[in-house]
């Protein structure tokens, strides 16, 4: 069994609790637009993390604050923040999203793993703008149905894949953004050649291109700039940093010309 394999049996039993529970979900919520940020930007956009461990290394940064990492996020220039909400494997929870989505005015990411319609209606009641949806987590018509469903509430999904025949399921959604994971949700490996490789492979200019995972330095946000990526997302190098707005500089690139990819 792998690590994904145990998350998403978590999920499973979380799902069924909730629906169980029969919360209902508040349904106007104003949204803010990732999509509109990354267009009108001249500069590869950041998105900043939340996150305080996590099941490849452990405890990263348990005793920050979300509310004030986020508000220092906003202020070095996140295009978003994504938080983290899962609590058995990351230690965050939807409590920490719905504190972030009141503190800032930039969009919210929850960042779960998300398999059912129930977890669209909590994360956007509690203020989310984006979601998630991890194709290595789902059958081809979950993935669909939840698309559906979450563009259908006025959400932005970031189509998450890792491999070439990852792309292809979510490429036949025509989606406006794909995350580009750099690191192997089932191994944990990480290498920044998967963007390369994966970006490649996408022709439409307008589809949005998001590198995720691993990027430290400088070189690692102008190899994923360099591949064609539109925005990066960095977790563990932002809450490990003692000074954000320094490693924000660092990982501030301009845009390369849009059908150089
Ligand atoms: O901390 P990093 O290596 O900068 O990675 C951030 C983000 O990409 C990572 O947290 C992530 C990407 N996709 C995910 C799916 C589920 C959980 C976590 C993730």
Known sequence: ??????????????????????????????????????????????????????????????????VEQAIMYEKCGA???????????????????????????????????????????QAKAAGASIILLIVAALSKQQLQELYAYATANDLEVICEVHDIEELSTALSLNPAIIG???????????????TKNIAQQINNPNTMIISESGIRSRSDAMLARDAGADAILVGETLMQSSNIQHTFQQLQLDRRKKNAR
Request: net charge positive; aromatic share 4%.
């Open 79 to 121: 295009a978003a923040v994504s938080v983290l909400t899962d609590a058995s494997f990351f230690k965050g929870s939807m409590n920490d999203l719905k504190a972030v989505a009141e503190a800032v005015e930039i969009p919210v990411l929850c960042k779960d793993f998300i398999i059912h319609p129930i977890q669209i209606d």
């Open 1 to 66: 069994m792998t690590i994904l394999d145990e998350i998403i049996t978590v999920k499973q039993t979380e799902v069924r609790e909730l629906l169980q529970s029969k919360r209902k979900f508040a349904i106007t919520k104003k949204t803010h637009s990732l999509t509109k940020r990354i267009a009108e930007a001249g500069q590869m956009q950041i998105i900043a993390e939340i996150k305080r461990a996590s099941p490849s290394k452990g405890d990263i940064q348990t005793n920050i604050h979300p």
């Open 180 to 194: 580009i994971n750099n690191r192997n949700l089932k191994t944990f490996a990480v290498t920044l050649q998967t």
